[in-house]
């Protein structure tokens, strides 16, 4: 069915980037629905950024301007450029589409760490 696989999280420090990718396959699946989520330590799981169905982007504001959500298509694969890394980024990033995101079905991540 749907297969989400997140890579490139790692270690940087303060003001650092890192690009992170969610590797998308299945049958019943739409680049579109992808998504970002994080989960920092002491908070529930987030929304970070997705599409919206007008093929827009939109973002929470604690990544405003620092985090940029992108697709290929041809690759069957979501992006997520992180900028100006802070601290308080450091958790563990997911992708995810709305059918398994509303059954609470979640990969494994791939994790941020922003040292000081």
């Known amino acids: 069915q749907v297969q989400l696989v997140e890579s490139g999280g790692g270690l940087v420090q303060t003001g650092g980037s890192l690009r992170l990718s969610c590797a998308a396959s299945?049958?019943?699946?739409?680049?579109?629905?992808v998504g970002w989520y994080r989960q920092v330590p002491g908070k529930q799981r987030e929304l970070v950024a997705h599409?919206?169905?007008?093929?827009?982007?939109n973002y929470a504001d604690f990544v405003k301007g620092r985090f940029t959500i992108s697709r290929d298509n041809a690759k069957n694969t979501v992006y997520l450029e992180m900028n100006s890394l802070k601290p308080e980024d450091t958790g563990v990033y997911y992708c995810?589409?709305?059918?398994?995101?509303?059954?609470?079905?979640w990969g494994q991540g791939t994790q941020v760490t922003v040292s000081s």
């Open positions: 995810n589409t709305d059918p398994l995101v509303r059954l609470n079905i």
């Open positions: 299945g049958r019943i699946f739409s680049i579109n629905a």
């Open positions: 599409f919206t169905n007008g093929g827009a982007t």
